[in-house]
């Protein structure tokens, strides 16, 4: 699976972003995507996930009912809209596929797009 992620830039506190990934490759259904993030200096952490069908979604605490991750499977796309955003989301944003089901870990994870920037303002 080859994933390309969009979307990223720099917004102010408080302010809204919307990730976007594309795959393409393989059967985009057979997949969980998730999408994490990784701040300088810091490892690599689990944002959101979501089911192959779209039915089931997965948080980290900090980011819930802040953050959506959705995915149109007919399209082959995944999204992240994140809203209320904190200095502390600052990071590079990855998406990822994998066959599921260890969804909060960077190993239940096989494809790996380039990353994409978000930096909020203070």
């Known amino acids: 699976v080859q994933l390309q992620a969009s979307g990223g830039g720099l917004v102010q506190t408080g302010g809204s972003l919307g990730l976007s990934c594309a795959a393409s490759?393989?059967?985009?259904?057979?997949?969980?995507m998730g999408w994490f993030r990784q701040a300088p200096g810091k490892e690599r952490e689990f944002v959101a996930a979501?089911?192959?069908?779209?039915?089931?979604?997965y948080y980290l605490d900090s980011v819930k009912g802040r953050f959506t991750i959705s995915r149109n499977n007919a399209k082959n796309t995944v999204a992240l809209q994140m809203n209320s955003l904190k200095p502390e989301d600052t990071a590079v944003y990855y998406c990822?596929?994998?066959?599921?089901?260890?969804?909060?870990?960077?190993?239940?994870?096989?494809?790996w797009g380039q990353g994409t920037q978000v930096t909020v303002s203070s």
């Open positions: 490759g393989r059967t985009f259904t057979n997949y969980v």
């Open positions: 990822a596929a994998g066959p599921g089901p260890y969804y909060s870990d960077t190993a239940g994870y096989d494809y």
């Open positions: 979501v089911s192959q069908s779209g039915s089931g979604t």
